[in-house]
């Protein structure tokens, strides 16, 4: 192998700062976006084979000052090593809370949950579950109307902890639900000692339906999970007919996807539930 010549090395080490100049940068910026209001939520409808308008899942988006669209994939992953998810996470919460009062006012016909993304990070702080009961008592919502979406990172830390907590605000009246089911590490035993009332599909499973076999078969197993123990399940990232078709000649309770609607900001979602009135 031909070992790099000093400016190669050069080369290495500048890149490697700019990218750290700019992850800084970047932390700077997220620091600030919270005081500029430059996060909104938007919505993506989950709906059941019967087309009724089950639930919502509440979708953080970040402009930053120069207009540009930063996708969570990109800033929550900062956010949550910068410290900044849990100010980040109880807005995000503190808005869904808000709107479902909203709702309930404006298109009192849409009476599914709507899910908010809690990052592990989040989740794991000591204080968490009093700041998810303090937002409902705040706002005044039916705690049932609210689901929690985590993933099975949640658990890795400590279990005990973690299933203290959903048993005490699921005694609340919280919803919870399992999100990118089936991609984690952890074993389907936890499932019998968590009372959480969904399981979503992750998208990667349904991008290849049709095409993978071993996808359609961990779909259908994740349903038939669902349906031994009494679970809804969602599936995400539909796209085609094809996978709509599939999903729910499976029985699957709902889908979310960018064939029946992308994610919508608090007036379009609005709009939306309106045109699919039942
Ligand atoms: P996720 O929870 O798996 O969310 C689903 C992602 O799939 C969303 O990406 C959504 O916009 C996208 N999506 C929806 N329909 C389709 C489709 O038909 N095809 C494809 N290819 N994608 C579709 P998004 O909004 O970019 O969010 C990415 C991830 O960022 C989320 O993945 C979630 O893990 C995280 N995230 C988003 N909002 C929050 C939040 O408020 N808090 C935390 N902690 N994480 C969040
Ligand atoms: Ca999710
Ligand atoms: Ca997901
Ligand atoms: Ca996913």
């Not at 907590?165 to 991609?183: C, E, M, P, Q, Y």
């Not at 936890?190 to 979503?200: A, T």
């Not at 679970?231 to 996978?243: I, N, P």
């Not at 979310?256 to 009135?277: K, M, N, T």
Request: hydrophobic share 40%; net charge negative; proline share 4%.
């Amino acid at each position: 192998a031909k070992r790099a010549g000093p400016g190669e090395v050069q080369m290495y080490d500048m890149s490697m700062q700019v990218e750290m100049t700019a992850r800084m940068r970047m932390e700077r910026a997220l620091q600030q976006a919270q005081q500029n209001s430059e996060f909104a939520v938007y919505f993506q409808p989950q709906v059941a084979a019967s087309g009724e308008v089950v639930g919502a899942e509440v979708l953080l988006r970040w402009k930053d000052e120069q207009g540009r669209f930063i996708p969570p994939a990109v800033f929550v992953p900062l956010a949550e090593r910068c410290g900044l998810i849990r100010p980040i996470g109880e807005w995000v919460l503190k808005q869904a809370c808000e709107y479902i009062a909203t709702f309930n006012r404006v298109v009192p016909e849409f009476t599914g949950h709507v899910s908010v993304n809690v990052s592990a990070s989040q989740f794991m702080q000591t204080d968490y579950e009093q700041s998810v009961r303090r937002q409902v008592l705040d706002t005044g919502i039916n705690p049932s109307r609210l689901t929690l979406e985590i993933t099975e990172s949640a658990f890795i830390g400590d279990m005990e902890d973690a299933i203290e907590k959903i048993n005490s605000l699921h005694a609340f009246g919280v919803r919870f639900s399992i999100d990118d089911f089936g991609t984690g590490y952890s074993s389907l035993s936890y499932l019998r000692r968590l009372p959480v009332q969904e399981l979503k599909i992750d998208q990667a499973f349904v991008r290849n339906l049709g095409a993978d076999g071993r996808d359609l078969h961990m779909i259908r197993t994740i349903i038939e999970i669902s349906r031994y123990m009494g679970l809804d399940v969602v599936a995400e990232g539909v796209e085609t007919e094809l996978q709509r078709n599939t999903l729910e000649a499976m029985n699957c309770w709902a889908l979310q996807g960018y064939l029946l609607s992308p994610p919508l900001d608090g007036p379009a979602f609005l709009e939306w539930v309106r045109d699919h009135r039942q």
